[in-house]
């Protein structure tokens, strides 16, 4: 399909010179002499050239209206005034190029060429975006229960919000998708989204992995290097099982989270940064907590929103709807064979424990498809991992009959006091625990700490 070109330009003679150029080049023209009329032809242009001395609206003013109308529009500007200042001010204003009069007619198609160049490159960024935006909009992470709903209305109240959030769960549930979906549903959107992973970063590389480091930091620092947080700038970082961070580590965060600053590794000069952060973690960061190995002021700082995963036993209402939606994804990729389950399927797949969660489902569920001979998964095709700690597990009670967690807890800390004689220190040893915590946990029971 041959681009279209629209020429505003008040001088006939020079509209027809370029229109003949542009037409033998293979491309289509339209032509204006007012910005008025150029506003009308529009619609249906992929580049615009534009003088700047229009009679009526100028050429600054036509540019806003066509950003405004197309923000994809590349425009050109041409003008016998090509002064720094009228070349900045049309860049300012949206033009991607600015070319003086006069100027040879090599010089205006390789202008002409670029822009189409990099409309093409703004359309398939846009097409991306939009694709991402789908693959994390809620219909597209399967959850028809009412827990899930529930995550789902988190996500919609907290994503226009520069609020942290902290999402804990099970591995395999979705947090990453979450964290996503959030990030995409967010006016930070079409920003970089940059996920760090706690637990694959050596603790001796980690500050310099996220926040940086300058030429001479350290041996083989050949040359300066901008860490994940820089590169997150106006964009959203997603720190997954942060429970894992060292704590040298979590103090430079707390100051990010604070104060939006930090420094390169080997530099002095303090950095600004607008991140949106939201954290991860499969572990119990109120234990860790407890124990000394999370920062209590980092830990509040993270927990700003919480949104708790529940694990795929707890939403079983899930498993037709996710089988559903594995089949459709991997029967296509395997030439789109299967096309249904069958109940005894769907019962040996309910029955399972699922330690994994979804992403343990998923794993089922396409290595069921390899394995499966016809067009329906039937139940001797479900290949499941077996869990037997958990089976054996479940038929013993883990509480005293009639007792709840806490009440269990409350009696145990009574006991090992007890045995202590009072003595705390004694005591915390007996529970396996730190003085602190026992403190803690006795606060928290309403006892004398």
């Known amino acids: 399909m041959k681009h279209r070109i629209l020429i505003v330009e008040d001088e006939e003679k020079l509209r027809r010179v370029i229109e003949l150029q542009l037409v033998s080049a293979g491309f289509e023209v339209d032509q204006a002499g007012s910005a008025e009329e150029g506003l009308r032809l529009a619609d249906r242009a992929d580049l615009v050239l534009t003088d700047l001395r229009l009679p009526g609206l100028d050429g600054l003013e036509l540019i806003h209206r066509l950003r405004r109308q197309n923000a994809m529009l590349p425009v050109v500007v041409i003008t016998a005034f090509g002064t720094v200042e009228n070349a900045v001010e ?23 060429n670029k822009g ?93 992995e ?3 480091y300058e030429k001479g ?34 103090v430079k965060l707390l100051r990010v989270l604070q104060e939006r600053q930090f420094e390169r590794l080997g530099s002095t000069k303090t950095r600004q940064i607008d991140v949106r952060v939201i954290a991860a973690t499969n572990a119990d960061l109120r234990a860790a907590l407890e124990n000394g190995e999370f920062r209590e002021d980092l830990y509040y700082r993270l927990n700003v929103v919480p949104l708790n995963m529940p694990p795929l036993r707890d939403r079983k209402d899930d498993i037709p709807a996710l089988v559903d939606y594995f089949i459709r994804k991997y029967s296509k990729e395997l030439g789109g064979r299967v096309v249904a389950v069958s109940p005894e399927a769907l019962q040996a797949l309910w ?19 390899v394995l499966c001979s016809g067009e329906r998964l039937e139940a001797s095709d479900v290949k499941l991992d077996p869990s037997p700690r958990y089976n054996h597990a479940a038929e013993e009670p883990l509480l005293p009959a009639g007792m709840t967690l806490e009440e269990h807890e409350r009696s145990l800390i009574r006991k090992a006091l007890e045995q202590a004689n009072g003595n705390k220190s004694q005591a915390a040893r007996l529970l396996g625990l730190t003085r602190n915590a026992l403190r803690y946990r006795l606060s928290q029971m309403g006892l004398e700490g």
């Open 90 to 112: 049309a860049m300012k204003a949206g033009a991607i190029d600015f070319l003086p009069k006069p100027f040879s007619m090599d010089h205006l198609m390789t202008v002409v």
């Open 116 to 208: 189409l160049e990099m409309r093409a490159l703004r359309d398939e960024n846009r097409k991306l975006r939009e694709e991402l935006g789908h693959r994390y909009a809620f219909e597209n992470i399967v959850g028809r229960s009412t827990a899930m709903q529930e995550i789902f209305g988190a996500i919609e109240r907290v994503a226009p919000t520069r609020a942290t959030v902290l999402i804990a769960g099970e591995s395999g549930t979705g947090k990453d998708l979450i964290a996503r979906a959030i990030h995409y549903h967010s006016p930070r959107r079409d920003r970089p989204f940059v996920k760090i992973d706690c637990t694959t970063i050596p603790e001796n590389l980690m500050e310099s």
């Open 210 to 212: 996220l926040f940086g």
């Open 217 to 250: 930091a350290f041996t083989g620092a050949a040359a300066a290097k901008p860490g994940k947080f820089e590169m997150a700038d106006t964009g959203t970082v997603f720190l997954d099982e942060i429970g894992d961070m060292p704590a040298a580590i979590q």
């Open 351 to 369: 029955a399972h424990h699922w330690p994994g969660n979804v992403r343990e489902l998923q794993n089922v569920i396409e290595r069921s498809l």
